[in-house]
């Protein structure tokens, strides 16, 4: 069994797409250390991709990734 993640902060961006939420992503990670866990919560059907994509090319991390009917939800953790 995988050990339950507590995010140090949460951020929900509603039916943002790409371009703010990628940006609103950027600057709620700004206010965390390194380590630090964010938990997302996007409506976007395109979510996962460009959360995915943006942590490939920033160094940050992916941790999580968890869908139902109407929300996803993302928990990133802050590179160096």
Do not use: H
């Amino acid at each position: 069994m995988d050990t339950p993640i507590f995010p140090d902060a949460t951020l929900d961006l509603g039916e943002k797409g790409c371009g703010q939420l990628v940006m609103e992503i950027m600057f709620g990670m700004r206010e965390l250390a390194p380590g630090q866990t964010l938990l997302v919560v996007a409506y976007d059907p395109a979510a996962a991709e460009d959360i995915a994509a943006w942590c490939r090319m920033t160094g940050n991390t992916l941790m999580q990734s968890i869908s139902n009917a109407s929300a996803r939800q993302f928990i990133l953790r802050k590179g160096q």
